[in-house]
């Protein structure tokens, strides 16, 4: 036979993969199945009980600082800073530790509430706890002073409206084991060294929550106490921030939980809490500016008013009506200085303010806007602001990060530079302030010598008159700048607000997606039985189908055997219309087409590489379909090491072919008739010492010399070739050698073992029968068969 043996290109074409793919899955179908129940049945159960997930969103606008303000909130912002509202910074406000701390505690998670079918068995299943939320038949008060556990469920079984049973068995983290099963009033205080707490009935129980008279089934309540550090943190992390669209400044805050009203109600108060804060912040600068001025004013009404019954007392006592027209001259000029004078001495008290202010480094959260009293000095109010904008951004920067990191030194570093820079500004300030005073006073001292002139009369109530008009100035200037501040605070709002908040019927379930689940299940279902059934035939080294060894060799496969259910010890003579009967026929008929050109009588060998893959079976058999050909035919055991032959035919081996290759018997003694007619057998006979060389001696050439005169075909139950050399030896006695490989037990390195022997002439004119071909009925109805399958075959087959 020419080419290759070994076919080295596996790459077959895509009809032939296709159908190798197929007859594998086919023969796996029972796998398909089988996956397909247990994964549907799983999803069916997880989309049943699994606690579902719900998602929330609720949007915020965040005002665009680039648009221009007008009217009440343009005269709001001369009270307060110009912070840039920016949308990042709003994002880490709104997802601040601070801000979620206290959206918390105004909406009192501290204390979540389930409940739990309990079968009349007391059987429970952790995984159907449900969140309650607000429809707890029981309100639990934790006693706020006390230790708690926190997080470990507490179980109530409600037994009437007076008294409960609590059940708790939990080990703490300092590994302490706690069990408590009690039964207490409604309303009686709880206390332990481990947790203290009072449980009460909510207006949602009902009669209907008396768990002792069903009798199919009941609920038992839990609840678990949080810790509001931890749960903090939860929330913190669960909230997501997202732009509702690109080039827009509205957010989309967006929370899953698993109730429904609980997120929404968590994210309305945390927008709730967001735009009160921020209104907070403005209305502090906005009081502090309004308790500044009521400072001035308290301080400047008694001299106001003193001042102001001096001056009519005066007049009314001297009869004055008018003075001179250099007495008017004289005061008008007085009036005027006494105005500039208290304008900087306003000015002064504000500089102090702001200096004390700055001294005691505060976060310039409140801090009073210079405009606020009248000072437009650029200078001044840039560093303000700017000292100002640097505390907001470290506020906010702690938000994410530690009080030692690199970015809050480099900005502790800036606001020290900035607030040095503003102290020595109004260092500066203060000095140039008390040196326009100065001079101011020096002015007034002139006036006063010019007044010396005028009459005593004129000359005192210019007196008084400057006295009064001092103290009118700044007070008129107080009680406006306190108006407007006023105005500011009562015309305050949020610079945000909601677009649309967060509706429990606007939720959406996110887990379990029932849809995919189900489609995932059904490609699992699938997906699994193939790799399954790909990874078992990558690993499994048993030639498993026709393709393990069509793929590999380019060796004749004279025929199959399928798998026989009956174990009994026989030849196809006891079932000639059997499916084996043909299948060996077929094979018959194949050995005719391999020594068509062989004029000599036959010598068959059946040999295989270990024991157990069935050459005894398949020699005795091809003997027998032969000798049903009206053909004389000898079956030998060759196997002089573990005979076999002779039990399928139930002849004695006290004496066969090891007596006649020692001359203790005859050839007549040792061919030995078959219950088949025109079937012979030669046992192996009793197992010698040294078998391969009684192979070789010239006695097996005189044995086979002498069958052949008697027998038209001999047939050789030859030992394994892998395990002894004597198959090797045998061989060159045969015609042909057919090696036997048994489907699901025959490794598949056998394939390259038989190809080096082939390879090596070491066999003669070698082919290979598949045996034990376990074929379902409905592969078979399809793949095989040798002219009729088993339902086309019917009442061809016995079986």
């Given at each position: ?119 009349a ?78 449980i ?9 929550f ?51 009203q ?7 108060k ?9 209104l ?37 006592s ?20 006494v ?29 009073i ?27 906010l ?58 009459p ?5 109530l ?14 008129t ?7 407007e ?39 699992l ?10 990874m ?22 004279i ?54 893959e ?48 020692i ?28 078998p ?64 080096t ?43």
């Amino acid at each position: 036979m020419q080419g290759p043996l070994i076919k080295d290109d596996f790459t077959q074409s895509s009809s032939t993969d296709i159908k190798k793919f197929i007859s594998k899955m086919i023969s796996g179908w029972y796998l398909f199945l089988i996956a397909f129940i247990i994964i549907i049945g799983f999803v069916v159960l997880f989309n049943l009980y699994s606690t579902p997930t719900y998602s929330a969103t609720t949007t915020l606008l965040i005002r665009d600082d680039t648009k221009q303000t007008l009217g009440a909130e343009s005269l709001i912002q001369n009270f307060s800073f110009k912070m840039t509202d920016n949308i990042q910074n709003e994002i880490g406000i709104l997802k601040s530790y601070s801000l979620t701390k206290r959206t918390l505690k105004e909406l009192h998670f501290d204390v979540s509430y389930y409940k739990q079918i309990r079968w009349a068995s007391n059987i429970s299943l952790p995984f159907l706890k449900r969140n309650l939320y607000k429809e707890s038949p029981i309100i639990v008060i934790p006693d706020s002073g006390a230790v708690q556990t926190y997080n470990k469920y507490f179980k109530v079984r409600i037994l009437s409206r007076k008294d409960f049973r609590l059940i708790f068995n939990a080990k703490l983290p300092n590994n302490q084991k706690v069990e408590i099963d009690e039964v207490f009033l409604f309303g009686q205080p709880i206390k332990s060294s481990f947790f203290n707490f009072t449980i009460k009935l909510s207006d949602k129980y009902s009669p209907d929550f008396d768990t002792e008279t069903s009798d199919l089934y009941t609920y038992d309540y839990f609840f678990k106490l949080n810790n509001l550090d931890e749960l903090t943190n939860y929330y913190e992390e669960a909230l997501h921030i997202s732009f509702l669209y690109k080039d827009a400044s509205i957010l989309e805050l967006k929370l899953k939980g698993e109730h429904p009203q609980k997120i929404c109600d968590y994210l309305n108060k945390l927008t709730d809490t967001y735009l009160l804060a921020e209104l907070e912040l403005k209305n502090q600068i906005a009081n502090s500016t309004i308790e500044f001025i009521d400072r001035q004013i308290s301080g400047i009404s008694d001299s106001l008013k003193t001042a102001e019954n001096n001056f009519q007392q005066f007049r009314s006592s001297h009869n004055i009506i008018n003075i001179s027209a250099e007495g008017n001259y004289t005061m008008q000029k007085m009036e005027d200085l006494v105005k500039e004078k208290s304008k900087y001495e306003r000015m002064a008290q504000y500089y102090d303010y702001l200096f004390d202010y700055i001294e005691g480094k505060n976060d310039f959260k409140d801090v009073i806007v210079p405009s606020t009293m009248g000072i437009e000095d650029a200078m001044l109010n840039s560093l303000v602001t700017r000292l100002s904008d640097l505390h907001a951004k470290r506020a906010l920067v702690l938000l994410s990060v530690r009080e030692k990191s690199p970015q809050i030194k480099q900005l502790n570093k800036e606001i020290e530079n900035t607030r040095n820079a503003l102290l020595e500004n109004v260092r500066n300030i203060v000095k140039s302030t008390r040196i326009a005073i100065a001079g101011l006073d020096k002015q007034i001292a002139q006036v006063e010598q010019e007044m010396k002139m005028l009459p005593k009369t004129e000359r005192e109530l210019i007196n008084y008159k400057r006295s009064f008009t001092l103290n009118d100035q700044i007070y008129t200037f107080l009680l406006q700048k306190r108006s407007e501040a006023g105005i500011a605070l009562a015309s305050n709002v949020s610079d945000h607000r909601v677009l649309d908040r967060a509706e429990p019927a606007n939720t959406l379930q996110v887990s379990p997606n029932k849809k995919l689940n189900f489609f995932i299940g059904i490609l699992l279902s699938f997906l699994l039985p193939v790799a399954f059934i790909s990874m078992r035939d990558f690993f499994n080294t048993k030639i498993t189908d026709q393709y393990s060894i069509e793929d590999h060799t380019s060796i004749p496969i004279i025929g199959y055997v399928t798998h026989q259910k009956n174990n009994k010890k026989g030849t196809v003579y006891d079932n000639p219309k059997s499916s084996l009967a043909e299948a060996f026929r077929a094979i018959r008929t194949n050995l005719q087409f391999l020594l068509v050109d062989h004029d000599d009588i036959p010598v068959i060998g059946v040999t295989s590489s270990i024991a157990g893959e069935g050459k005894t079976f398949c020699s005795t058999n091809i003997a027998a379909i032969i000798s049903m050909s009206n053909k004389r035919t000898l079956v030998v055991g060759m196997d002089l090491r573990k005979p076999q032959t002779h039990t399928h035919f139930e002849i004695s081996n006290a004496k066969g072919l090891s007596n006649y290759l020692i001359h203790d018997a005859t050839f007549e003694e040792i061919v030995m008739p078959t219950s088949i007619p025109k079937l012979y057998i030669t046992p192996a006979g009793p197992i010698p010492p040294n078998p391969s060389e009684l192979l070789e001696t010239e006695r097996m050439q005189s044995f086979f010399d002498e069958a052949k005169k008697h027998f038209d075909v001999i047939i050789l139950d030859t030992p394994p070739v892998a395990l002894v050399t004597d198959a090797i030896i045998i061989s060159k006695y045969t015609d042909t050698m057919i090696f036997v490989v048994r489907h699901n037990y025959s490794d598949k390195h056998a394939i390259q073992f038989i190809n080096t022997l082939y390879e090596q002439k070491k066999l003669k004119n070698l082919s290979i029968l598949v045996n034990d071909i376990r074929i379902p009925h409905y592969v078979a109805n399809y793949n095989y068969g040798y002219g009729y399958g088993y339902k086309n075959g019917s009442g061809y087959y016995e079986e």
